[in-house]
């Protein structure tokens, strides 16, 4: 029979005193401990909704008077095919990516806000069209679209007629019929480092 010193049990008892008047805190204020958390909240915390388009739009737009410009057609094609085809007085043509364009815009409204869908220059065109519009739906170009509300895009405004007005709004229909959402679980980057020891990496849903 194994016999223990009266002051060994004394601390042992103590210990678990300690211990259990602990978890008791811990249960009672509501606090997890590491390593605890329920993994669907786990996985919530780290998830947001995507929003793709299949789908995007081509802009023609003609100068038809030194610096002021007009759009003549818009189209839908495949979404990587998005670009604004500028034809200039003198007949040469440039071809604007989505990159080129938000560039102009974001330009015109660093240097001329208050002038911002007061004027006919390429860089209203590209706002107020089918550009400005696929610009727009993006998150982080959210801007965009309270300089769009402000103007509004007419026939009489940025369109040359209202048969192409008419039938930019068909391609944007278009467009908008290309979406597709889906949810996207992330992991924070630094391993275990972050809250509860979250793994990193990221998949897609």
């Keep these: 029979?194994?016999?223990?010193?009266?002051?060994?049990?004394?601390?042992?008892?103590?210990d678990i005193s300690i211990s259990g008047a602990l978890a008791l805190a811990l249960l009672s204020s509501?606090?997890?401990?590491?390593?605890?958390?329920?993994?669907q909240d786990d996985e919530a915390d780290y998830s947001y909704e995507e929003t793709t388009y299949s789908k995007g739009i081509r802009s023609h737009i003609k100068?038809?008077?030194?610096?002021?410009?007009?759009?003549?057609?818009?189209?839908?094609?495949?979404?990587?095919?998005s670009v604004a085809i500028v034809t200039y007085l003198d007949g040469h043509t440039d071809s604007l990516s989505t990159t080129a364009a938000k560039a102009l815009i974001d330009e015109e409204i660093k240097n001329n806000e208050s002038r911002v869908g007061h004027h006919s220059g390429l860089s209203t065109m590209l706002l107020y069209g089918g550009m400005g519009y696929m610009l727009g739906r993006n998150m982080n170009n959210g801007y965009m679209n309270n300089y769009r509300?402000?103007?509004?895009?007419?026939a009489g405004?940025?369109?040359?007629?209202?048969?192409?007005?008419?039938?930019?709004?068909?391609?944007?229909?278009d467009v908008n019929a290309s979406r597709s959402t889906r949810v996207v679980n992330t992991r924070p980057s630094g391993g275990r480092s972050g809250f509860f020891g979250r793994s990193s990496g990221g998949s897609g849903g």
């Design 149 to 154: 509300q402000q103007g509004g895009a007419t």
């Design 1 to 14: 029979m194994t016999h223990l010193r009266k002051g060994s049990f004394i601390r042992k008892a103590k």
């Design 63 to 81: 100068e038809v008077k030194p610096g002021e410009f007009k759009i003549t057609d818009e189209e839908s094609v495949d979404a990587d095919k």
């Design 30 to 39: 509501g606090m997890m401990v590491p390593g605890c958390s329920p993994k």
């Design 157 to 173: 405004g940025v369109y040359a007629s209202q048969g192409a007005f008419a039938k930019s709004q068909g391609a944007v229909q």
